[in-house]
């Protein structure tokens, strides 16, 4: 290739870092693979062979420590692994590692850190066993230092190692509680035995006072038992009361599966979940052969104690939990859990090297787990993974003699805000502005229910399925491959019974739980036991696969498993083969059919640069074979060329390393030095408008169009409701016994005006499993109209609801508070606020907002919109930037007909529009109309789609349209919407508007079958000469506009930093009412809590309301203004709102080059704003306290100003509906309630009523 041209000489060694840019940070042991691994407060723990290594955070090596046991040499000893390694941080900040080996019968050094003197080693505490267990907790008990540690001391028959097998006394001990002071083993701290079966722990968990370990029989492991793994729970006591003692054992079933291979404790709060990984004991691989199953701790800990296992004397009735699987896979080995922003996330490793994230809802139901990582050499993960204890964001992953360090995100990925939504991965921070509520995904099959069985006897009885279906059915027998490609394979048959008398038959294959199924259609019925398919290219697993016909069950399932392709190695630069070492072969479909063609080869040419075989094949058929398109296949480093001879029946192929063409390099050269042309030309004319282009704001855009207080507060209450607005304004039907409808609601409206009965309401029905978020927002919308004339009363709840959800978040974490809207307080401060801050919006912030919201509109249009995508050059938003076409020419005269509908002698006809050459024309109407606006301060009269225009020249009088005859038609049938250039019409022409005599469809209402400025694919790359943008759009790069967003910025900068400050700023010294008694009642709770960090009020402050209530303004100008919001509009102003809510943050914004573009735009006023932000915090703070009258006489006067505005007895209707609907629940709270005798009877007497009217049909 020739030399890149001298400019463009600085973007090569650019590329190629992007394109070889290293893996993960990594460590590898020397000469011995991982046995152990755990992380410290200051970085990671990895032992293998006999030596121990402290890394940092980043696995750059800190120490290295050799264990008296091993002498000094680091490797791998025969029969020497680490089996324990627990640290633990002592009082004063000492840290302490206690670490087991198998080598000396079992040792245990405890070393302090971190200059790793050894403090003592004691012989027989860990399994010394080459394939035994052993697991371990530190835990602190009044003051002192406890190990509990389960381990398999003896393997009875299943196995005999001469020198490790412990005295006859010591062989039935299994758990032993021991001080941290000498780590001897004490029968009054707690020694725990087993009966005859040998046991394998997994696990040891700490959870309260409780002591957990999950283990599973050793019979079970040699597939000689179909006996539930277990979870042992022992209870802690004081050491004077006996240490530590066994409560006893429970079953956990997880589909019949004998095994458990990994586990993790998630904590949440006072909430806590095991997560293990349970496997089949059986050979062969399935699909199904590993599950994650997850268990409640405080479940667990309520049905443990069976003793069947154990030389105790508890209850011998042994109980078992039944779990349905979260995850089923073909082969896990390991798990993580952990909860990020209220969601349970699962890292998941796989036996051939992936590591996988799942994401889980609130019904513990899992997301198609997304690969983070992929081990090149396919080994398998090591059983524990653990997060960074720095650094959450990444994750050590350990296989082979390797632990690497994972990112826990893959944010960077995601390259539009649609994206990003769809894949609701809480770890990604940017999108916390978006939608947050996730699609519940149901498990493709469900086999049992969760229950809990008290029979021991009930084990897993695994039988073949039978089929009580008298009709056909169809069975698969066998598939041939079993084992294909992750790129597909273009046939498979598959053997069974039946298929000729199938219709619809369909292959279901079905991976982990989660994914999408893949549905697909049968190719080919050979006959009535065999059929082929076609399978998709997907990720790397074991599937099951079924057929389906007839719209009957699917078959039983077999396993298919997809693997990585073959890959190809080169040893070295020469292609050192002989012919006879080769084989060549053609594969092409005739039909239905795959037929190969095979070659001799006849010769190889080594060259330094490349080799080529030289094959020769005889044609024996008549098959037709289209050799004339030459395909290149490139797989990164090996490229396989096709051509044929036309003189005779030749076909070469070429095994290339390298590829010259003179007429190629050609060709690049003369791209490159346009490429460079086109980027200096943009990067000129860019910075040329950052410094001269200016916006002429149009000022007098006449009277904001506020939408009144009825149509906002709906707007408000209801976002996502829309039908809610109707019925707030109708009438209820009128009864015949007019006395009995208001006497029901009377009674009703009574009732909720009773503090203690609403607040016992609400609490109860939060308590409600299916009383779901969407429920609790809108309860505490209805109940917000209900009492809109009783704010004082209103106002009262909420501080009490308030408190009592203080007390809910402060175990946990209080700066979270108010944070999201997922209770019913939380949306009734919603609508609190901006019930009482209406008034205030419309007089103060109302006009700067709806000046922002013309000004970006004015300033999207002023260059190119696509009509279809609406997407345009001049955005603050990367995701809607247009930057296919950025020339372009301005300025037409238009003339408007007078019209009935418009009479006014005052109105200028003639105005000159800034329509733009590359406009539609119905783009151009849009620009007419709002020009007439601007201009005379009142509408032309008539809509979009009622008015035409036409071209007025001396030659002719030509009506314009979007679509005509004329109408440039495009690859696949897709139609060039008409624009201004196409109709050539020039700078300075006249164009008319006029009334259509028939009104047509709008003309912005077209489908994907017609295209504007972005042009299909295959037509953006043609290089027609004389076709406009056309032949320039494969030079485009979208980075090279991305000025284009900060020259926008910088056109609108002075109208969102007046909105900023008219919002953070106090008008006259003074601060609104609500906001000024809602931050002091914060203050007030902050120091009654002894809450003395102020970055927790500070951030209260900021969830109640910048977060809840004005960036949801900002957001929306519809629910303020009568105006349509466009997805555009909607994509600038979140930026905004972005950088409005990033003035709130107390974090440091630390952003890189690779950082969002939404961040970087307003990256250097963040720092200012937020200097503006806590001023405005601190002059409310310092405005002297309202008193109660003043709070109370404000909301009485916003009370009466709302009298009449909504039909309350709707909402009161809405809110019997719940109570009816928990009717039992309330009835038997209010039963064990004190004080609630009156209020119980009360409603009974309202469910009387409602219910008579029930019967008249009244609701």
């Known amino acids: 290739m020739a030399a890149a041209p001298p400019a463009l000489s600085w973007a090569l060694p650019l590329l190629a870092a992007l394109a070889g840019a290293g893996g993960p940070q990594s460590f590898e042991l020397p000469g011995a693979p991982i046995d152990n691994i755990e992380v410290s407060s200051g970085g990671v723990l990895v032992a293998g062979g006999s030596c121990l290594y402290e890394l940092r955070p980043e696995l750059r090596l800190r120490h290295r420590v050799v264990p008296a046991a091993a002498g000094q040499v680091c490797g791998e000893p025969p029969g020497m692994r680490s089996n324990l390694l627990l640290p633990y941080v002592e009082a004063g900040g000492k840290g302490v590692l206690l670490a087991g080996w198998t080598q000396k019968d079992g040792t245990c050094e405890v070393w302090e850190q971190p200059a790793y003197r050894q403090r003592f080693n004691r012989s027989e505490v860990v399994s010394c066993l080459p394939d035994g267990s052993t697991a371990g907790v530190v835990f602190q008990l009044a003051g002192a230092w406890y190990l509990a540690v389960a381990a398999t001391y003896s393997t009875g028959s299943y196995g005999n190692y001469l020198g490790c097998e412990p005295s006859q006394s010591d062989k039935a001990t299994v758990i032993t509680v021991r001080s941290m002071n000498n780590l001897e083993s004490k029968e009054e701290l707690g020694i725990i035995k087993r009966k005859d079966e040998p046991l394998h722990f997994v696990d040891a968990l700490q959870w309260g006072d409780h002591l957990f370990f999950p283990y599973y029989t050793l019979k079970a492991r040699a597939g000689n038992s179909t006996e539930p793994p277990s979870m ?231 039988t073949t399925l039978v089929i009580a279906d008298k009709g056909m059915f169809y069975y698969i027998h066998s598939i041939e491959p079993l084992w294909i490609s992750t790129l597909g394979k273009s046939e498979i048959t598959v053997k069974g019974e039946n298929f000729t008398r199938a219709s619809g038959i369909k292959l279901i294959l079905t991976g982990i739980t989660g994914c999408k199924p893949d549905i697909i259609k049968v190719r080919n019925v050979l006959n009535d036991t065999q059929m082929t398919f076609a399978l998709p290219p997907t990720r790397k697993e074991a599937k099951s696969i079924c057929i389906q016909a007839n719209g009957k069950k699917c078959s039983p399932p077999m396993t298919l498993h997809y693997v990585s392709p073959p890959s190809c190695l080169k040893e070295n630069d020469n292609l050192n083969i002989s012919k006879t070492e080769v084989e060549v072969y053609l594969s092409y479909m005739n039909g239905a059919q795959t037929k190969k063609i095979w070659f001799s080869v006849q010769n190889i040419t080594k060259k330094p640069d490349r080799s080529t075989i030289l094959c020769k094949f005889k044609r024996e058929g008549t098959d037709k074979i289209d050799f004339s398109t030459v395909k290149v296949f490139d797989l990164s480093v090996l490229q396989c060329l096709y051509s044929e001879s036309f003189s005779d029946s030749f076909l070469a192929a070429f095994i290339v390393t390298r590829y010259k063409s003179k007429e190629l390099t050609r060709k690049q050269s003369q791209q490159l030095e346009l490429l460079e042309y086109e980027i200096r030309k943009e990067i000129r004319e860019g910075f040329a408008e950052l410094q001269m282009d200016e916006l002429d704001v149009v000022d007098s855009f006449g009277t904001v169009p506020f939408l009144d207080y009825k149509h906002f507060a709906l707007r408000t209450f209801f976002p996502e409701s829309g039908g809610f607005a109707s019925i707030f304004s109708e009438d209820m039907p009128q009864s015949r016994d007019q006395t009995s409808k208001d006497e029901s609601f009377n009674m009703l409206h009574a009732l909720i005006c009773n503090k203690n009965f609403l607040v016992t309401l609400i609490h109860t029905l939060e308590k409600q499993k299916n009383f779901s978020v969407k429920d609790r927002c809108l309860f505490a919308s209805f109940l917000t109209i209900a009492l809109q004339t009783k704010l004082v009363y209103l106002t009262h709840i909420l501080e009490v609801l308030t408190k009592d959800l203080m007390e809910q978040s402060s175990n946990v974490q209080p700066k979270l508070l108010l944070r999201r809207t997922e209770s019913v307080v939380e949306k009734l401060l919603t609508n609190w606020m901006s019930v009482c801050l209406s008034g205030f919006l419309r007089e103060t912030i109302g006009e700067p907002f709806y000046l922002l919201v013309t000004t970006l509109n004015q300033r999207i249009n002023k260059g190119p919109v696509d009509a279809i995508t609406c997407k345009a050059l001049y955005t603050l938003n990367e995701d809607w930037l247009l930057w296919q076409v950025s020339e372009f020419k301005t300025t037409v005269n238009i003339i408007f007909e007078k019209i009935p509908e418009n009479e ?303 039909n309350e007895n709707v909402a009161l209707n809405e809110i019997y509906r719940y109570i009816a609907k928990y009717h039992e629940e309330i009835d038997s709270k209010l039963e064990r309630e004190r004080g609630f005798e009156d209020v119980q009877k009360q409603l009974r007497q309202v469910k009387a009523l409602f219910d008579e009217k029930k019967k008249c049909k009244w609701i």
């Not at 109709?983 to 469809?1001: D, L, M, P, Q, W």
């Not at 409005?1140 to 961040?1159: C, H, I, R, V």
């Open 232 to 462: 042992a729970v022992l209870r802690q006591l004081r050491p004077s009361e006996g240490g530590l003692t066994l409560q006893g054992h429970v079953y956990l079933d997880c589909g019949c599966r004998t095994l458990i291979v990994s586990s993790s404790l998630v904590r949440q709060g006072e909430r806590g979940w095991w997560v293990g990984v349970f496997l089949y004991k059986q050979d062969a691989k399935a699909w199904n052969a590993t599950a994650v199953c997850i268990f409640g701790m405080e479940e667990m800990k309520e049905q443990a104690c069976a003793s069947k296992h154990f030389q105790s004397e508890h209850c011998r009735e042994a109980r078992s939990i039944k779990k349905l699987p979260t995850l089923i896979h073909s082969g896990l080995v390991a798990v993580y859990g952990t909860v990020v922003l209220n969601q349970i996330v699962l890292f998941l490793g796989t036996d051939d090297g992936q590591l996988l994230k799942a994401i889980l809802n609130e019904d513990m139901e899992s997301n198609c787990p997304e690969i983070l990582y992929e081990i090149k050499e396919e080994t398998s993960v090591f059983p524990k993974l653990r997060l960074d204890p720095v650094d959450n964001n990444y994750i050590y992953l350990s296989s082979a003699n390797k632990v690497r360090r994972i990112p826990v995100a893959n944010c960077s990925r995601y390259i539009s805000e649609q994206e990003c939504l769809s894949v609701k991965d809480p770890y990604c921070g940017w999108c916390s502005l978006t939608q947050r509520y996730f699609f519940i995904i149901t498990p493709a099959e469900i086999f049992y229910e969760n229950v809990i069985l008290k029979n021991s006897s009930c084990f897993c009885n695994l």
């Open 904 to 1206: 006014s002698g005052d109105a200028c006809q003639t105005i000159q529009v800034n329509v733009l050459d590359c406009d539609t024309i119905g783009q151009a109407k849009e620009k007419s109309l709002q020009a007439f606006l601007n201009k005379n301060g009142f509408l032309y009269g008539l809509q979009l789609d009622e008015i035409g225009l036409e071209l007025v020249s001396e030659e002719q009088q030509r009506e314009l349209l979007d679509i005509d005859g004329s109408s440039e038609v495009m690859e696949d049938g897709i139609r060039k919407l008409n624009t201004i250039g196409h109709y050539e019409i020039s700078n300075g022409a006249t164009i008319k508007v006029f009334k259509k005599k028939v009104t047509t469809r709008s003309d912005m209402d077209y489908s994907d079958e017609h295209c504007h400025l972005i042009l299909p694919d295959s037509e953006a790359n043609k290089d027609v000469k004389g076709a406009g943008h056309k032949g320039k759009q494969k030079f485009k790069v979208k980075e090279m506009y991305l000025t284009k967003l900060l020259s926008t910025k910088v056109a609108i900068h002075s109208v969102v930093e007046k909105l900023f400050r008219s919002i953070w700023s106090l008008p006259n010294n003074k601060a609104p009412v609500a906001i000024k008694y809602f931050f002091d009642f914060l203050d007030a709770q902050a120091e009654s809590k002894k809450i003395t960090d102020p970055d927790v009020v500070h951030i209260w402050k900021t969830n109640s309301l910048p977060l809840r209530f004005w960036v949801n303004i900002l957001k929306n100008p519809q629910f303020v203004f009568d105006i349509k919001k466009t997805s555009h509009i909607d994509g600038c102003l979140s930026v905004i709102a972005q950088a409005f809510m990033d003035a709130f943050s107390l974090a440091e914004q630390t952003l890189g080059k690779e950082a969002p573009t939404n961040k970087l735009l307003y990256a250097k006023d963040i720092p200012h704003y937020k200097e503006e932000v806590k001023a405005y915090y601190k002059a409310i703070r310092d405005l002297p306290p309202l008193t109660t009258s003043e709070v109370e006489e404000f909301l009485t006067q916003e009370s009466k100003k709302h009298e009449n505005e909504f």
